[in-house]
């Protein structure tokens, strides 16, 4: 069956340096997600990606956050200086463009931790 | 705005007896209502799902969930738990193909 994947599954990084959180969708699926959820909290919605740019975006995604399809499988989150509060579990999502249902596909999550 | 508000944030129960997590949801025109689980040091799964048709929805590990569109809820049942059903319960919906809103979740503990 296939399935969302991210790598790595737990990144730890110093105040200020740049991480890139990585993705591969499931191959013929055309929306893609990132959400977070801080430790102990609910998850919540960061950014949709479709046709090869953003297509809603929240409040939590500044101008520290970018994504990018880097080619035909990757999708990546990039944090350009992280900051303590940015700790947390990242989720990739997908799903395929022709479902209304948006039933979207989740990955295991990427565990980032800020020092 | 959407929003979802689980009342529980833990639940705890013993192994074969019943269980309900309550989900109730706010929305100004039609949703999308889910259920998703997260297992220890795992991703989200999807559970089941409401979309249109019948308002009872069933999972194929015994979960079933009610879609009352009068009291905006979307509460998640279980005749009798198993200690594989310890997981933590997001309930989530949608507005076509809007991003997911969540709740907080609720931690379910089967107790052998």
């Known amino acids: 069956e296939p399935e969302v994947t991210q790598t790595p599954s737990h990144q730890v990084t110093q105040m200020g340096q740049e991480v890139i959180l990585r993705c591969v969708p499931i191959s013929n699926h055309l929306y893609f997600y990132w959400y977070r959820q801080i430790l102990g909290q609910k998850v919540e919605f960061l950014v949709s990606f479709y046709n090869n740019e953003i297509s809603e975006k929240s409040e939590i995604f500044d101008d520290q956050f970018s994504v990018e399809r880097p080619d035909g499988s990757n999708f990546t989150l990039k944090i350009r200086s992280t900051k303590l509060e940015d700790s947390a579990m990242y989720f990739c999502?997908?799903?395929?463009?022709?479902?209304?249902?948006?039933?979207?596909?989740f990955g295991p999550g990427t565990r980032l931790t800020v020092l | 705005a959407q929003s979802v508000t689980q009342l529980d944030s833990q639940v705890p129960v013993f192994e074969e007896a019943p269980v309900e997590l309550r989900c109730n949801y706010s929305s100004s025109v039609s949703v999308y209502l889910f259920w998703y689980v997260q297992y220890p040091n795992q991703g989200l799964q999807l559970l089941l799902k409401?979309?249109?048709?019948?308002?009872l929805v069933e999972s194929i590990n015994g979960f079933e969930a009610e879609f009352n569109k009068s009291q905006t809820s979307f509460h998640l049942r279980k005749p009798s738990v198993h200690i594989s059903d310890t997981a933590e319960y997001f309930c989530?919906?949608?507005?076509?193909?809007?991003?997911?809103?969540f709740g907080k979740g609720t931690r379910l503990s089967v107790i052998a």
């Open positions: 989530a919906v949608s507005e076509g193909n809007t991003p997911l809103v």
């Open positions: 409401y979309l249109s048709g019948s308002t």
């Open positions: 999502a997908s799903r395929w463009a022709g479902l209304a249902n948006n039933e979207q596909f």
